[in-house]
């Protein structure tokens, strides 16, 4: 199994969907898997979650458990399956349970402000 881990950030993260803040968090967590990219996990608290719809969507990760998927509403498009969420992560991944996580590219941008 790949190890993961995850730690505090410092600073201030936000996350953008078609040009609007929809999240700032001093409070976010980096997951880091493998070799993969690291992954910046929001407290739900911390995310507009007003913009965010549920989705039918799930994926099971052997390490981490069943993702929940959740489509941003922006003002002019639906960014569908754009963040997701570990409900009930296992035990060793509970660090991110009610932290929401975002498929970053063109519409969707994650940074440290």
């Given at each position: ?26 409070n ?7 070799d ?8 739900r ?6 913009f965010l ?28 399956n ?32």
């Amino acid at each position: 199994m790949t190890d993961i881990t995850i730690e505090d950030t410092s600073g201030t993260w936000t996350v953008r969907a078609g040009g609007a803040i929809i999240g700032e968090s001093r409070n976010a967590l980096e997951l880091k898997e493998g070799d993969r990219a690291p992954v910046i996990y929001f407290p739900r608290a911390d995310i507009a979650t007003a913009f965010l719809d549920p989705s039918a969507h799930s994926t099971v990760c052997p390490a981490k458990g069943t993702a929940s998927y959740f489509s941003i509403v922006t003002k002019s498009r639906t960014i569908e399956n754009a963040a997701w969420c570990y409900e009930a992560p296992n035990p060793e991944m509970n660090r991110i349970k009610g932290h929401l996580a975002f498929h970053t590219g063109d519409l969707v941008t994650v940074e440290r402000v």
